[in-house]
C-alpha cells in the first residue's frame, strides 16, 4: 500500500522567510496529494492540493510543487508569518482510484518566529 | 459555509464498552470517512463509504468497529468493545463526487475518546 514520509518534523523560521516542506510517496498510482494545516486541537483543515496532471500550484504565499518521476512533492511558505505556525501534513491517496483514501505523513511542526 | 459537525466533542469510556461516535457530513457530499489521530501522532485511514457500503477500510478497522449511515443525515462509527489503545481524536471527513477522480475532503472537529 502507499506510504508518505515527510520532512522535516519541526522546522523553525524566523517571520518574513520561507519554509518547505517535502514529502515522498510510493504508490506511482496516487494521483491527489492534498496539504492540510492542523493548529493545536483543532481540525485538519485543507490548505492547497494537486493533482498529478501538473506540477505546479500557487494560491498566495502558499505553492505545492509535484514531481511525479521522482514522488515526491513539496509545499512552500513565503513571508511567513506568525499565524503560519502549525503542524502541516501532506497525504497521498492511496489508489489511482475516485475514493480518495487519504495516507497522511507524520506531520511538520512550523514554528514562526516574530 | 456549510461545515462537518461532530458529537461528542469528547467522550469518556470504560474499557470494554461501546461508543457511538456520530458525524454529519455537508449535505450534498456522497464520500464519507473516519480517520483517527492518536495524540502527537499522524492522521490514520480507517475507512470510507459510500453508496450505503464500505468502499475500503484499513487494518485498524477490524471486527470491532462498524459504521452505518442511519438516515440521510447521519454517519456513524461504532466501537464494540473498547480497548485503551483506542484512545484517539476520531475525525470524520466527507467529500463530493464531482466527476473522476479523489475530490477535496473536509474534516469535522473531531471527537476526543478517552477509553479508561
Known amino acids: 500500500g502507499e506510504n508518505v514520509e515527510q520532512h522535516p518534523s519541526t522546522l523553525s523560521v524566523q517571520e518574513g522567510d520561507s519554509a518547505v516542506i517535502k514529502c515522498t510517496y510510493s504508490?506511482?498510482?496516487?494521483?491527489?496529494f492534498p496539504w492540510y494545516k492542523q493548529e493545536l486541537g483543532k481540525r485538519p483543515q485543507l490548505i492547497i492540493d494537486i493533482r498529478s496532471n501538473v506540477g505546479e500550484k500557487k494560491d498566495q504565499r502558499i505553492a505545492v510543487t509535484l514531481n511525479k518521476t521522482a514522488k515526491h512533492f513539496s509545499l512552500h511558505i513565503t513571508e511567513t508569518q506568525p499565524e503560519d505556525s502549525a503542524v502541516y501534513f501532506c497525504?497521498?491517496?492511496?489508489?489511482?482510484?475516485?475514493?480518495?483514501?487519504?495516507?497522511f505523513g507524520k506531520g511538520t511542526k512550523l514554528s514562526v518566529k516574530p | 459555509e456549510p461545515e462537518v459537525t461532530q458529537t461528542p466533542s469528547h467522550q469518556v469510556t470504560q474499557m470494554g464498552q461501546e461508543v457511538i461516535l456520530r458525524c454529519v457530513p455537508i449535505s450534498n457530499h456522497l464520500y464519507f470517512y473516519w480517520y483517527r489521530q492518536i495524540l502527537g501522532q499522524k492522521v490514520e485511514f480507517l475507512v470510507s463509504f459510500y453508496n450505503n457500503e464500505i468502499s475500503e477500510k484499513s487494518e485498524i478497522f477490524d471486527d470491532q468497529f462498524s459504521v452505518e449511515r442511519p438516515d440521510g443525515s447521519n454517519f456513524t462509527l461504532k466501537i464494540r468493545s473498547t480497548k485503551l489503545e483506542d484512545s484517539a481524536m476520531y475525525f470524520c471527513?466527507?467529500?463530493?463526487?464531482?466527476?473522476?477522480?479523489?475530490?477535496?475532503?473536509?474534516f469535522g472537529p473531531g471527537t476526543r475518546l478517552t477509553v479508561t
Open positions: 471527513a466527507s467529500s463530493e463526487r464531482y466527476g473522476t477522480g479523489p475530490q477535496e475532503q473536509y
Open positions: 504508490d506511482s498510482a496516487s494521483n491527489y
Open positions: 497525504a497521498a491517496t492511496t489508489s489511482g482510484g475516485s475514493q480518495g483514501n487519504l495516507i
